[in-house]
């Protein structure tokens, strides 16, 4: 089946510092890929939707200026969490959709999980 | 997207049928019903999705009912590692995927 991969899989940073997570579709081309956050016993919860070639769709009450999202290429998407805080410790998801298949199809990646001291 | 309702929590023996129901009283004619399970620290899973048929695939089997307001996922022969949380979701046809609302799901613990 389709793979997507993230990495890194887990990152340690002080406050303060930037962390840059990325999403890979490593057998096919993914024109969206999207990006949530989980917190511990917490469901998933979108964070915004990263189109190859244009700008990111954020979701309401998601800082765009704090969570930059680059999609360069069909196969890789980045976060970067700037100036990461405490509070921004969390489980980040990738998922990607495939550009040739229907819009019914994503595939998650393995996750990320930050700590930020 | 319609709201599902799922139990918080379940428990299965090894080797015995997980049924994991959902419910979905407001799901529309042109909503699809999706399920995923996310392991413990990893990504979700997809698992099977349906309309109002009963679908069967490698991993489980999706009962529907046929007023649609509610569905079972069956895991025919749980093993310790279906241990998971399982979401249930339902979205209409053709509609972007990222955008599922993934609710509180149920914890499956299956026990040896």
């Known amino acids: 089946g389709a793979v997507v991969s993230q990495h890194p899989s887990r990152v340690i940073c002080k406050s303060g510092t930037s962390v840059k997570i990325e999403c890979r579709s490593l057998d096919f081309q993914a024109t969206t890929m999207f990006w949530y956050r989980q917190f511990p016993k917490k469901s998933l919860m979108l964070m915004a939707t990263?189109?190859?070639?244009?700008?990111?769709?954020?979701e309401q009450g998601v800082e765009k200026d704090k969570f930059l999202i680059n999609h360069a290429s069909l196969t890789l998407s980045t976060l970067t969490v700037t100036s990461a805080h405490p509070e921004d410790s969390s489980f980040y998801i990738c998922?990607?959709?495939?550009?040739?298949?229907?819009?019914?199809?994503?595939?998650f990646g393995p996750g990320t999980r930050l700590l930020v001291l | 997207d319609a709201k599902t309702t799922q139990p918080p929590s379940m428990d299965c023996a090894e080797g015995r049928a997980a049924n994991l129901p959902c419910n979905h009283s407001?799901?529309?004619?042109?909503?699809?019903v999706y399920w995923y399970r996310q392991i413990h620290s990893q990504g979700p899973q997809y698992i099977i999705h349906?309309?109002?048929n009963n679908e069967t695939n490698e991993m489980a089997s999706l009962i529907i009912t046929e007023d649609r307001k509610s569905s079972t996922l069956i895991l025919p022969h749980a093993t310790l590692r279906d241990t998971a949380v399982y979401y249930c979701i339902v979205r209409p046809l053709n509609t972007n995927a990222g955008k599922s609302t993934f609710g509180d799901g149920t914890t499956l613990t299956v026990k040896p």
């Open positions: 990263s189109n190859e070639g244009s700008k990111a769709t954020y």
């Open positions: 349906g309309l109002k």
């Open positions: 998922s990607a959709r495939p550009t040739s298949g229907s819009q019914e199809t994503q595939y």
């Open positions: 407001t799901i529309s004619g042109n909503e699809y």
